[in-house]
């Protein structure tokens, strides 16, 4: 057996200091968000005090996570999944409602977000599924297992009317996509967000039909005219109307009312700029306001002055837009990018599927959060509430991603040692 | 066959980043509206309201200044429930006048003149009874907010004419207003000074930059207020009144209709300017403006009629002296002249047969004046009549309208009226072509005929005969802001065309009127000599206006009056009465003739 060296020289520290980086950047901004004058950024009763408390904890939670077997983590997957989608439910019938959501968990003065955990806990009880022995991917059966592993918490979120950390969970298709299932599923989903859209976008939905029987015709005159091929376009086009069709269902059905409005100033922005399109509208005026370099550090007024609203957690990034400006808005993105390239990379070089599935899934998360809500805050897509990972303010959120983070780096830092054992 | 996943996920990465990036530098760099649509959102302009300049007399006694008064704001936006019988009963309004109300605000918010998310006039110029009385309410009333401004306030009541007043801003005056200084809502002078000295009394408007947040607090001033700018006070006016002699004559001209003139003839001054009847100008301020305004207008008596200015008459036995002046400077005439009072072609009064030009004024002999003029008019340059007057007439309009006649003098006020001089060119028109000579136009000689006057101008041939020869334009401002001076054009010195040794003619004569005359002896001073002229201008069917002018003392005068007193009949009565009584008044400050007094009280002259 190989004397394990100390942890310090087997961490990677390129992936901490990118952490570090972005967690301090978010920490100023979170002071700058409220900042009024004389007040003092290590202020417990604000929330940058708060978050530096949040970030205290974290490397405490940080120094857990390293000290731990790294066996711990695969071996208790299952556990750690059933505790945390089990809290989830808890969730759902005690839990205490806060902006909407029924996400919260209250122990004494302190709340917390089970949800927020559910992300790694899912991630690796998909995890420790894939690196089953004989395990593959294409077999729809794995298939059917993996998307029961990530849509329970999806479904016991929805429960928690917590639309969007729910669709975290789809991220996880990406993984998937990367083990070795079809891209048909991934394309259909896309296929099927653009004829959504484009069904809301035009008005006369027979338009569309128009459209798609003139394809269907046109294929068929031009192409081989096989029985099969024939019945497949058919089918196709069949099934694209019965989609439109049930597009207005779906929307005015199964969407609630803010959802639809969300979606409807989505896809025209001018619509409703007090109401509904409030927080584009005013995320997006902050943002444009920064300029190329921005008002400068404290000095934003659209979110200092509060016109954008949940600006220290979900809106965080317009802080950036308007005081750093599209420099700083570019230094994020680049960080982020950073991140995940990093991320992605370690997860090639990990020996054990295991690991390597596990990193895919931090990634894959790291991305959807980043996706979605700078997405949101420029008016790419609709307003769905999940945080800007370590940028946010909020302790559950930061807890929830460090743990993700943190764990993919002690399992890396024990690669060789699971190559050695065999 | 998972081969290039890896790569396939980090181009998504690369591509979303790419997007982003892309959409941030539109909004951020290209598109620079979402920097405005920022200030527009976070800024909060406001407007600082200058105080209006005060207005005082002579002496320092304040005549106009300012009083708080309140207007009650909505933000319609935050009206979430309102209690309209409470809000009824505090504002003292009907319910009725409520529901109006909020009509008219409906109104403006659909035509885009309100906004539903700003503060809006909702009922306006509260009194500060009012305000003390909804002070402690407000609080009830979500939604609702007080705003205190300024509005006008009167120290004396009897300046009404001279000052005007002031009031919001008409849609005309707004869109008329090329400078842009105007907004809806502000107020601005409508007549008299107020209008006249508007540039000079409203001040400059300041500007407040101030962060506000989503809810419209106020957090603090804008970049530290480096781009505030604070508001100017009006400048002040110090006007040429004596107060108490402008009430003086307000008392005098109580129950009469018609003017008073009184000026400084050394300086062009207006001690004091009375039109009756008058108005009270605090009616039209606060919040009864209109109804009020609507009352003043309509009143038979014309109150909002400035006289003074306003009102031609001819001008009667007055304008013999003019005459006179006019035919000593042509040479056509010597104070020595004497000429038989034929009243075979006009008509004369008194007995006198034979008169020099001293007594002639003295007995205002129209014989006398009907053969001036003629020597004037006819002499003789051309062989044609027709011609011969033409040019006699050309020649005597120019030195009548030396005398400041015939067109507005120009006082600072507005609305001035000109008179009328006849011209040839007037007679032509008149005429419509066919010939005149002097038997068609003779009664001009008199003061009758075509002429006409103002009482103002009046009053400068007063102040002319009293200086021997000259005026300063008659004004109301001595002193505009600390500047000490009054406009520059009523610092000029304006000669007639007359040579002024011919005056002391016309000074003799008028103090001989007074002296000797018989029924001037209401006009008569024990110290002090006193010039004057009667006129009494015809007014057919209603009796005659009684006009006198006068300057006093004889030597170095100090005061020169012109009054009018409409259907009061002859000239020696109540106007000369009023002016020796004014005249007495200001020389020695107080006056001692209560039997004179006592006459042009209990006279009734309003038909």
Redesign the interface.
């Known amino acids: 057996m190989v004397r394990e060296e100390k942890i310090s020289n087997r961490m990677d520290w390129i992936t901490v200091l990118l952490y570090g980086i972005i967690v301090f950047w978010g920490w100023l901004n979170i002071f700058s968000v409220t900042y009024e004058e004389n007040q003092f950024i290590l202020d417990p009763s604000i929330n940058s005090g708060r978050q530096l408390i949040f970030i205290g904890s974290s490397v405490a939670i940080i120094m857990f996570i390293l000290i731990m077997d790294m066996r711990f983590y695969e071996t208790f997957a299952w556990v750690i999944y059933g505790v945390i989608v089990f809290l989830c439910l808890v969730v759902v019938f005690t839990g205490h409602e806060v902006g909407g959501n029924q996400a919260w968990l209250r122990i004494g003065s302190f709340g917390f977000q089970p949800s927020e955990f559910a992300k790694f806990a899912t991630a690796l009880a998909v995890a420790k599924y894939a690196s089953t022995v004989g395990f593959r991917m ?1 077999q729809l059966r794995n298939q059917v297992r993996l998307f029961a592993i990530i849509g329970l918490p999806m479904f016991i979120i929805l429960l928690q009317k917590d639309t969007g950390t729910a669709l975290v969970f789809t991220a996880f298709v ?1 993984v998937f ?4 299932m079809s891209p048909f599923l991934i394309l259909v989903g896309i296929g099927v967000a653009i004829i959504f859209i484009l069904t809301l976008l035009v008005e006369n939905e027979y338009i569309l039909f128009a459209v798609i029987g003139g394809v269907w015709l046109t294929l068929i005159l031009l192409g081989r005219k096989k029985r099969k091929r024939i019945m497949v376009l058919t089918a196709t086009a069949l099934m694209l109307m019965g989609t439109i069709k049930s597009v207005d269902f779906i929307f005015n059905n199964v969407l609630k009312e803010h959802q639809q409005k969300r979606i409807r100033v989505l896809l025209n922005p001018d619509l409703d700029q007090l109401g509904a399109g409030y927080h584009v509208y ?1 995320s ?9 370099s921005g008002k400068g550090f404290l000095k934003g ?2 979110t ?4 954008v609203p949940e600006q220290s957690t979900d809106f965080i990034f317009c802080t950036i ?2 005081e750093h ?2 420099i700083g ?2 230094m994020v ?2 960080l ?2 950073a991140l ?2 990093r991320v ?1 990379y370690l997860a ?1 070089r990990q020996k054990s599927r295991f690991a390597r599935v596990y990193g ?1 899934c931090v ?2 998360i790291l ?1 959807f959060h ?2 979605i809500n ?2 949101m805050t ?3 897509f609709p307003v769905i509430g999940i945080p800007l990972p370590f940028f946010s303010y909020g302790g559950s959120s930061l807890w929830g991603f460090t743990i993700l983070l943190f764990i993919l780096l002690k399992l890396d830092a024990h690669r060789l040692q699971v190559m050695n054992r065999g | ?2 081969e290039g ?2 790569e396939i ?2 181009i ?3 591509l ?2 790419v ?3 892309l ?3 539109v ?3 290209i ?5 405005d ?3 527009t ?3 909060r302009k406001e407007i600082l309201y200058p105080v209006r300049g005060l207005i005082t007399d002579r002496n320092g006694k304040l005549m106009v200044y300012n009083s708080p008064e309140y207007d009650l704001l909505i933000i319609l936006k935050e009206v979430h429930y309102l209690d309209t019988a409470r809000f009824c009963h505090v504002f003292d309004i009907t319910p009725e006048q409520l529901r109006q109300q909020f009509d008219q605000l409906y109104t403006d918010i659909r035509n885009k003149r309100a906004s539903e998310l700003q503060p809006t006039p909702f009922i306006k110029q509260l009194s500060n009874r009012d305000f003390a009385k909804i002070q402690d309410h407000i609080d009830e009333f979500e939604g609702f907010y007080i705003q205190a401004r300024t509005t006008r306030a009167y120290a004396s009541s009897a300046v009404a004419n001279a000052v005007g007043y002031v009031s919001e801003i008409t849609r005309n005056q707004l869109t008329n207003d090329t400078t842009n200084f105007y907004r809806q809502g502000d107020y601005i002078g409508q007549s008299g000074l107020e209008a006249y000295y508007e540039n000079y009394l409203r001040g400059t408007r300041g500007v407040r930059y101030l ?5 419209g607090i106020i ?1 603090g001033p804008y970049k530290n207020g480096r781009y505030d700018t604070l508001s100017v006070p009006g400048q002040d006016l110090t006007t040429t009144i004596d107060l108490d002699l402008q009430e003086y004559g307000t008392f005098l001209m109580n129950g009469k209709s018609g003017s008073i003139i009184a000026i400084e003839p050394g300086t062009g001054e207006i001690l004091a300017m009375v039109s009756g009847p008058s108005y009270d100008p605090s009616m039209l301020t606060g919040r009864n403006y209109s109804s009020n305004f609507l009352l003043i207008s309509n009143d038979t008596n014309k109150p909002l009629f400035n006289r003074p200015l306003m009102a031609q008459y001819r001008p009667g036995s007055i304008f013999k002296i003019a005459q006179a002046m006019v035919a000593l400077q042509e040479g056509v005439l010597t104070p020595e002249t004497r000429i038989q009072c034929n009243r075979s072609i006009i008509g004369c009064h008194g007995s006198h047969t034979n008169e020099d030009l001293r007594g002639a004024i003295t007995h205002s002999c129209n014989p006398y004046f009907y053969n001036v003029l003629r020597r004037m008019l006819n002499k003789g340059i051309s062989s044609d009549p027709f011609e011969d007057t033409r040019i006699g007439l050309a020649e005597w309009d120019k030195h009548i309208r030396s005398f400041g006649l015939g067109s507005p003098l120009g006082i600072d006020l507005p609305n001035e009226k000109g008179g009328l001089v006849p011209s040839p060119a007037y007679y032509d028109r008149a005429y419509r072509g066919r010939p005149w000579k002097f038997s068609n136009i003779y009664s001009i000689a008199i003061g009758e005929g075509e002429n006409l006057v103002v009482p103002l101008q009046m009053a400068n041939f007063a102040a002319i005969i009293a200086n021997r020869g000259f005026y300063y334009t008659p004004h109301l401002v001595k002193s505009v802001g600390k500047s000490g001076l009054p406009l520059p054009r009523f610092q000029e010195k304006h000669y007639t065309t007359i040579d002024p040794k011919h005056f002391e003619v016309a000074v003799e004569a008028m103090e001989r009127v007074v002296s000797q005359g018989t029924g001037q002896y209401r006009a008569r001073l024990r110290d002090i000599v006193v010039c004057g002229k009667t006129g009494t201008v015809q007014n057919d069917p209603l009796p005659d206006h009684s006009v006198f002018i006068a300057f006093a003392p004889k030597d170095d005068p100090k005061i020169a009056v012109s009054v009018y007193v409409e259907s009061a009949g002859q000239g020696a009565r109540a106007a000369a009465s009023i002016a020796s009584l004014m005249i007495e008044k200001y020389l020695l400050g107080e006056t001692q003739r209560p039997i004179i007094e006592d006459y042009v009280l209990k006279g009734q002259f309003l038909y």
């Open positions: 294409d990406l996509y990367r083990e070795g005013q997006k005026v902050a943002i444009g306001s920064g300029g190329l007024t659209q200092k002055l509060k016109f837009g308007e400006g599209w808005s570019l993105i680049l982020f990018m995940l390239f992605v090639e895919y990634a894959c991305f980043f996706t700078i997405g420029i008016g790419l | 066959m998972n996943r890896k996920i980090q998504v990465f690369v979303v980043a997007i982003f990036l959409k941030l530098f909004i951020q760099v598109d620079r509206s979402y920097a649509l920022a200030d959102n976070a800024i962060l506000r947040n989503k809810d957090k």
